[in-house]
């Protein structure tokens, strides 16, 4: 069992940086990949980035490539998304989840569970 907690989020001016942070309990944290996702009113959750369990490889949605950085602590259980350049079209929830199975870090080929509880990012224009 693994348990989720993400924070960070806040609100910010377009142009702007956040860093999210996704902190794990359980040891068997560092074995998993992890991902971050997004959802905005009215929108249905989106693949953001993710990250195998070495911090080795990462992956990324066109949408956010180039200004935000997945990386992990595993000494500290730990995932963080640096956001840069955000955008109001950034605005949304964002969640962050552990791959339970399948192949690769993207969807559909992963299935990811054991969400946190989200946090918001507001970025105003």
């Known amino acids: 069992q693994v348990q989720l907690v993400e924070s960070g989020g806040g609100l910010v001016q377009a142009g702007g940086s956040l860093r999210l942070s996704c902190t794990a309990s359980?040891?068997?944290?560092?074995?998993?990949?992890t991902g971050w996702f997004r959802q905005a009113p009215g929108k249905e959750r989106e693949f953001v980035a993710a990250?195998?369990?070495?911090?080795?490889?990462?992956l990324y949605a066109d949408s956010v490539k180039g200004r935000f950085a997945i990386s992990r602590d595993n000494a500290k259980n730990a995932v963080s998304l640096q956001m840069n350049s955000l955008k109001p079209e950034d605005t949304a929830v964002y969640y962050c989840a552990v791959k339970l199975k399948g192949y690769g870090l993207g969807l559909p080929g992963a299935e990811y569970g054991y969400w946190g509880q989200g946090t918001q990012v507001t970025v105003s224009s």
């Open positions: 990250i195998n369990w070495s911090g080795g490889i990462t």
């Open positions: 359980g040891r068997t944290f560092s074995s998993f990949a």
